[in-house]
C-alpha cells in the first residue's frame, strides 16, 4: 500500500537506512533543507511496516521524483515500481504539470525505463554514485 503522507520521521528513518547507512552518501547531502516543500510517499508493506518511502518536488510543469528508497527485505517485491507509480498518479493530479523527471542511479536505469522514463544527458556523479537525469511525458 502507497499513502501519501506527512509522516517525516519515518521516511526520514528508511532514507537514512538506505541511503546513509547502505551507500554511504553525506548526511550534509541527504538532508537538503527541501523536505518540508516536498510531497511524501510511504510504502507499507501487507503487515503495515513502512519499508519505502519517495519525494517529489514540483517546480513549474516538471515534478521532480526522488529520494526513491525501498529497505533490504522489500526489495524485488514490487514495493519500487508502486512508489514510482504513485508519484506519477500523484503528478498527474496536480495541474499544469507535463513531465516527471529524476535522477537516477545508473544501476537502476532499467528499472526506470520498464516505467516509462527515458535517459538523457551524460553520466554524472551524486553523492559519490553515478548517476543519469531521465524524463518521462505525462
Not at 510517499?41 to 515534478?63: F, K, M, P, W, Y
Amino acid at each position: 500500500m502507497i499513502e501519501k503522507t506527512t509522516d517525516l520521521d519515518t521516511c526520514r528513518a528508511i532514507r537514512r537506512e538506505v541511503f546513509i547507512v547502505e551507500q554511504n552518501v553525506p548526511e550534509a547531502e541527504e538532508w537538503d533543507g527541501r523536505d518540508d516543500a516536498a510531497i511524501h510517499l510511504l510504502a507499507r508493506d501487507d503487515s503495515g511496516r513502512a519499508v519505502g518511502t519517495a519525494r517529489i518536488l514540483v517546480e513549474g510543469a516538471t515534478g521532480k521524483i526522488g529520494r526513491v528508497a525501498v529497505l533490504k527485505p522489500a526489495r524485488g517485491t514490487g514495493t519500487g515500481a508502486a512508489l514510482i507509480r504513485a508519484a506519477l498518479d500523484e503528478l498527474r493530479a496536480l495541474p499544469g504539470v507535463t513531465r516527471a523527471k529524476l535522477g537516477a542511479q545508473t544501476h537502476a536505469i532499467g528499472f526506470y525505463e520498464k516505467l516509462g522514463f527515458a535517459a538523457y544527458g551524460p553520466e554524472y556523479d551524486d553523492a559519490g554514485i553515478p548517476h543519469r537525469d531521465m524524463a518521462l511525458e505525462l
